[in-house]
T-cell receptor, first 109, second 114 residues
Framework: DAKTTQPNSMESNEEEPVHLPCNHS???????IHWYRQLPSQGPEYVIH???SNVNNRMASLAIAEDRKSSTLILHRATLRDAAVYYC??????????FGQGTELSVKP | KAGVTQTPRYLIKTRGQQVTLSCSPI?????VSWYQQTPGQGLQFLFE???????NKGNFPGRFSGRQFSNSRSEMNVSTLELGDSALYLC?????????????FGSGTQLSVL
């Protein structure tokens, strides 16, 4: 199964942009890059996903490297409610999600 | 539109017992997948069902099983419970389980084995 590597934790200040990196050097050509986040005592929540091109939605942006071996989730203005564990996941042709340890993001007021 | 519903929310069992957890997907979703979350191992994939058939399975012993009904509702069963089965069990649903679809997760069932 394809794997991802993320920093264990990151800190941000409220209302500042946050860039969460993810390495996935073993990605195959058809794997989709998904990001989910998990707030305390809740199930994971979908954030964004993409294949090759950069993607934007109301929650975040996803920047994908040209060789697809890494990607960055961008939160444009962090709020206290963005404090969560963020998971970068490769979803292969089987469709299943293989979670790594994720990045715990803390946001300081 | 109602989200993914998991019942019960909390469960306490003793070693050796068996347990059944339920998951109702979002209306129209035909794929349901199950995950175990523990502090030590993180989130681990258990299995996925699509149209009443198990399509994928993770690396869990045979004590963990599941099924899906014709209305896409799914149940998972754990027999002969062990202390290490204490975990948050999450289910997720999607339209077809394809790699380009997003998953919607329930809030989970917190299982404690004493």
């Amino acid at each position: 199964d394809a794997k991802t590597t993320q920093p264990n934790s990151m800190e941000s200040n409220e209302e500042e942009p946050v860039h969460l990196p993810c390495n996935h050097s073993t990605i195959s050509g058809t794997d989709y890059i998904h990001w989910y986040r998990q707030l305390p005592s809740q199930g994971p929540e979908y954030v964004i996903h993409g294949l090759t091109s950069n993607v934007n939605n109301r929650m975040a942006s996803l920047a994908i490297a040209e060789d697809r071996k890494s990607s960055t989730l961008i939160l444009h203005r962090a709020t206290l409610r963005d404090a969560a564990v963020y998971y970068c996941i490769l979803r292969d042709e089987d469709g299943k999600l293989i979670f790594g340890q994720g990045t715990e993001l803390s946001v300081k007021p | 539109k109602a989200g993914v519903t998991q019942t019960p929310r909390y469960l306490i069992k003793t070693r050796g017992q068996q347990v059944t957890l339920s998951c109702s997907p979002i209306s129209g979703h035909r794929s349901v997948s199950w995950y175990q979350q523990t502090p030590g191992q993180g989130l681990q994939f258990l299995f996925e069902y699509f149209s009443e058939t198990q399509r994928n399975k993770g690396n869990f012993p045979g004590r963990f099983s599941g099924r899906q009904f014709s209305n896409s509702r799914s149940e998972m069963n754990v027999s002969t419970l062990e202390l290490g089965d204490s975990a948050l069990y999450l289910c997720a649903s999607s339209l077809g389980g394809n790699r380009f679809e997003k998953l919607f997760f329930g809030s989970g069932t917190q299982l404690s084995v004493l």
